[in-house]
């Protein structure tokens, strides 16, 4: 069972979509796999968000929801310090989800840009259901049912942190008497029920994809899972273009193999030799680069690999959904509290409750 901390909590999730490639890895989820040691870390899974573009598809979410938590198990996340939390399990967060929808007016939120992105780019034109916007104002709840101080996350999802931002501003205002002119890091100090968190992204903002010009994304078809054989991934480096046609031809380091080159090649003095002898087309061919870029990649993913195997099978099934058990149990233990203190603040506190989980 997992031990309560005093450390300061993170909470960050993701929408279990399909596997885990390593735009996620260098975007947000190595981060996460970092802040293990110095916070006490949520990491949800938005199971119900799924349903929202998905709704006729029960079975592929479920599926998809386990293999994510094998994906974050093999990525490095600790079960025994760190909680992998149900969204569908953590009633508390759907109730709090009614509340942020009071303090969020409706024209705000049509103008979150990624949820334009979003009806734009899954075309939903205008038969997105109800429930698709709601997930914008249940996210402001997933985050703050946890009052943490940072929210680890790709660059797309910022605008909704700070929507989120805004919602516990005003809930802090409104129903806790802080003063609208308190710093944000001073809410909680002030009186406040909530924090005002902090986006967090990992060191590589937008990762390209092998096809070399798009953002790697499973809808393009351009990613290296952290699932990927060896093989795969040597086959999948291989196609990243670059146009440079001799190894002597003085080559664009800004190009995307160098972007790979960078975040995957650990020994910063090699990268250094690589990108003055690519520059000067000191007779290295892209080839050789990508061999090199592969089997840093390869080292990388290795130990992965070998967690993984842990949890696959129905065995492994097993494993993973008594960890989401454990997880949420203990995650509800912080949703409750939060919910209670957020009912106390808005004179809903009739009489106190208990959840227990099968
Ligand atoms: N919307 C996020 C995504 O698509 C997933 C998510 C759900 C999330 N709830 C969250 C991220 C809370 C951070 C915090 O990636």
Redesign the pocket.
């Known amino acids: 069972m997992i031990t309560p901390t005093d450390k300061p909590r993170i909470?960050?999730?993701?929408?279990p979509?399909g596997r885990l490639h390593l735009g996620h890895w260098v975007g947000?989820v190595e981060n996460r796999v970092r802040l293990q040691d110095d916070y006490d870390c949520y990491f949800?899974l938005?199971n119900m968000?799924a349903f929202t573009t998905r709704s006729e598809q029960p079975a592929d979410i479920r599926a998809d929801t386990i293999e994510i938590v094998r994906d974050w198990l093999a990525a490095g996340i600790d079960p025994a310090r760190s909680c992998i939390v149900l969204?569908t399990e953590t009633p508390a967060i759907a109730e709090m989800t009614w509340f942020f929808a009071m303090l969020l007016g409706y024209g705000r939120l049509m103008r979150n840009p990624?949820i334009k992105t979003e009806i734009e780019v899954k075309g939903l034109g205008d038969k997105y259901s109800f429930g698709f916007l709601m997930?914008?104002v249940?996210?402001?709840a997933?985050?703050l049912a946890f009052r943490p101080r940072y929210?680890?996350?790709?660059e797309?999802?910022i605008p909704?942190?700070e929507m989120?931002r805004e919602v516990a501003r005003r809930f802090d205002q409104l129903y806790c008497g802080v003063d609208p002119h308190t710093e944000d890091a001073d809410y909680v100090s002030a009186g406040g029920v909530f924090p005002v968190p902090e986006g967090l992204v990992g060191r590589v903002a937008r990762l390209v994809g092998v096809d070399g010009v798009n953002k790697m994304s499973k809808s393009l078809n351009n990613c290296i899972y952290l699932s990927d054989t060896p093989k795969e991934v040597k086959k999948k480096v291989n196609r990243i273009f670059t146009g440079r046609q001799s190894p002597t031809e003085p080559g664009d380091i800004t190009n995307a193999l160098f972007q790979y080159v960078e975040a995957f090649i650990p020994d910063e003095e090699r990268v250094a030799e690589l990108k003055r002898k690519y520059a000067a087309g000191d007779d290295i061919g892209d080839g050789h680069i990508k061999a090199e870029v592969g089997e840093a990649i390869n080292a990388m993913l290795e130990p992965m690999r070998q967690r993984r195997s842990e949890y696959e099978g129905p065995s492994g099934e097993a494993t993973v959904i008594d960890i989401i058990r454990d997880g949420t149990s203990r995650a509800n233990a912080v949703a409750e509290e939060t919910l209670w203190m957020a009912k106390e603040a808005m004179k809903l506190d009739f009489f106190p409750r208990k959840l227990a989980l099968g």
Do not use: E, F, K, R
């Open positions: 909470l960050t999730g993701d929408t979509t947000s949800l938005a968000h969204q990624t997930y914008a249940g996210q402001i997933d985050i929210v680890p996350v790709g797309d999802q909704h942190i989120c």
